[in-house]
């Protein structure tokens, strides 16, 4: 496995980004780990971080470098602040940067496939819900996409007293259509979709109406609901399946290379806690 860092200009944003890659390397004698072999360039995953995190959150507290090795899947991890991967009313274009520039950096630096049937979309809390909207607005984009315990009402999220100024520079005070989930998953168009959350998580409400929506939009929706908060140790478990899923919804997963010394297929792990809630 490879891990790169990648500061480099962006030009939707006008000032300097940073991004880290989890690349495959396949091996033989490499202990401990399983790494999966491909045919070409393998396929990747914008995996998107929640309110109080950044790039690093994904590689600090969980396996995702170990699981996506495995799996010979390319991660790319970008940091949006506390956007809400929005267009801000009073800041930066981090919506236009993630869904149109992103991809065009990534594709500039990296040996990574950028046909739709090899990319995918996930995140958790804050990311859940740019998972989900970069679906819902393009799903011609993305084989699947998934969101671990997503904020994914934003419009009552905004209204909680401790909001107002995420309400205010985010959104300008109120929410368009174009930023409602509950609005998008109307049209009934979407990748599969895999959508989980803790029982415990006071999340939890809104997770289950947008799946109820979804569903009744005619939505394909695979859902996952453990016990648990919102926290680092529930994501980190979670991982494995949410990466499974997404690769059964586009090309055959590879089989892993390994030697005598090298592990088999990755366990979840344990990770600090707890994560931040969006």
């Known amino acids: 496995?490879?891990?790169?860092?990648?500061?480099?200009?962006?030009?939707?944003?006008?000032?300097?980004?940073?991004?880290?890659?989890?690349?495959?390397?396949?091996?033989?004698?490499?202990?401990?780990?399983?790494?999966?072999?491909?045919?070409?360039?393998?396929?990747?995953?914008?995996?998107?971080?929640?309110?109080?995190?950044?790039?690093?959150?994904?590689?600090?507290?969980?396996?995702?470098?170990?699981?996506?090795?495995?799996?010979?899947?390319?991660?790319?991890?970008?940091?949006?602040?506390?956007?809400?991967?929005?267009?801000?009313?009073?800041?930066?274009?981090?919506?236009?940067?993630?869904?149109?520039?992103?991809?065009?950096?990534?594709?500039?630096?990296?040996?990574?496939?950028?046909d739709p049937a090899d990319t995918y979309v996930a995140g958790l809390s804050m990311g859940g819900y740019g998972a989900l909207r970069l679906a819902l607005t393009h799903p011609d984009r993305y084989a699947a996409a998934a969101s671990l315990s997503g904020a994914v009402d934003v419009r009552k999220l905004i209204e909680e007293p401790d909001r107002a100024a995420l309400k205010a520079q985010v959104f300008g005070g109120a929410v368009a259509p174009e930023e409602d989930l509950f609005h998008l998953v109307q049209a009934g168009v979407a990748p599969p979709l895999w959508v989980g959350c803790g029982t415990e998580d006071r999340l939890y409400p809104m997770v289950r109406d947008f799946v109820a929506a979804a569903q009744r939009a005619g939505i394909e929706v695979t859902t996952s609901y453990p016990p648990g908060?919102?926290?680092?140790?529930?994501?980190?478990?979670?991982?494995?399946?949410?990466?499974?899923?997404?690769?059964?919804?586009?090309?055959?997963?590879?089989?892993?290379?390994?030697?005598?010394?090298?592990?088999?297929?990755?366990?979840?792990?344990?990770?600090?806690?707890?994560?931040?809630?969006?």
């Open 1 to 114: 496995m490879a891990l790169a860092t990648i500061n480099c200009f962006s030009e939707i944003l006008q000032l300097g980004v940073t991004i880290h890659v989890v690349l495959p390397q396949a091996t033989t004698s490499q202990v401990g780990v399983a790494s999966a072999v491909r045919e070409g360039a393998p396929p990747v995953l914008y995996l998107l971080h929640g309110l109080s995190d950044d790039h690093s959150a994904w590689v600090r507290y969980t396996s995702v470098e170990r699981y996506a090795d495995a799996r010979g899947l390319a991660v790319v991890m970008p940091a949006v602040g506390r956007s809400f991967y929005a267009d801000e009313r009073h800041g930066h274009q981090y919506w236009t940067f993630v869904s149109e520039e992103l991809p065009q950096l990534v594709a500039a630096f990296f040996r990574v496939s950028t």
């Open 229 to 278: 908060d919102h926290v680092w140790e529930l994501w980190d478990a979670q991982l494995p399946e949410v990466l499974d899923f997404l690769l059964s919804a586009g090309r055959p997963s590879p089989e892993p290379a390994t030697s005598p010394e090298a592990g088999t297929s990755p366990e979840p792990g344990t990770s600090p806690e707890p994560g931040s809630l969006s």
